[in-house]
């Protein structure tokens, strides 16, 4: 099983920062299988980066992916205030089971 | 629009069975494989089992197989989990999932591209 380590698990920055939120894997990753998710309390998640790098329809430019092998990265260029939430990497690749990173939070400073 | 509205979520005691279902809607159901895809109360998100398009190939998380069958009725636009055997760490959120495979420019791609709503498993006595 492939292991997702999030670091940090919480972020406090305030709205027009920078987020730098990193993802682990305990073996090397496909970048095609590594997407980026955003949930925020009470609702299901959305796809926000597929491939490491794509962004999904509808999300903004200042969502970014980034990595290859073990160490994938998502920024966010300028926080807003929307974009306070909790992010979830995930690896969908040939072998199940297929996991996701336990989460960074990402909060108002 | 791809909708996707789970339902059959509820209170159960340990050792129960319950039987979720997701009505699916705004794409070709057949063609797409689904996934069950948990949440417990505070914590992460954990894939719990996957059903390929046709219904013929089904994957599981070790720690569900043997108790939750997955299957799909594509007559209905419906996919299924059935829970036996239920045990408090069952508790969570179920939320269905639409995965997106496809291959471009010599890679190929899989995520979760819709997710439903979710529906609350509680497993207690």
């Known amino acids: 099983e492939i292991v997702l380590t999030q670091s940090p698990g919480t972020l406090s920055l305030s709205p027009g920062e920078r987020a730098t939120l990193s993802c682990r894997a305990s073996?090397?990753?496909?970048?095609?299988?590594l997407a980026w998710y955003q949930q925020k309390r009470g609702q299901a998640p959305r796809l926000l980066i597929y491939g490491a790098s794509s962004r999904a329809t509808g999300i903004p430019d200042r969502f970014s992916g980034s990595g290859s092998g073990t160490d994938f990265t998502l920024t966010i260029s300028r926080l807003e205030p929307e974009d306070f939430a909790v992010y979830y990497c995930?690896?969908?690749?040939?072998?199940?089971?297929?996991?996701f990173g336990r989460g960074t939070k990402v909060e108002i400073k | 629009e791809v909708q996707l509205v789970e339902s059959g979520g509820g209170l159960v005691q340990p050792g129960g069975s319950l039987r979720l279902s997701c009505a699916a809607s705004g794409f070709t159901f057949s063609s797409y494989a689904m996934s069950w895809v948990r949440q417990a109360p505070g914590r992460g998100l954990e894939w719990v089992s996957e059903v390929s398009g046709s219904g013929d190939s089904t994957l599981y998380a070790d720690s569900v197989k043997g108790r939750f069958t997955i299957f799909r009725d594509n007559s209905k636009n419906t996919l299924f989990l059935q829970m036996n055997s239920l045990r408090g760490e069952d508790t969570a959120v179920y939320y269905c999932a639409k995965a997106t495979k496809f291959c471009s420019g010599g890679s190929c791609y899989q995520y979760f591209q819709h997710w439903g709503q979710g529906t609350l498993v509680t497993v207690s006595s």
């Open positions: 073996q090397s990753v496909s970048s095609s299988y």
């Open positions: 995930h690896q969908y690749g040939n072998s199940p089971p297929w996991t």
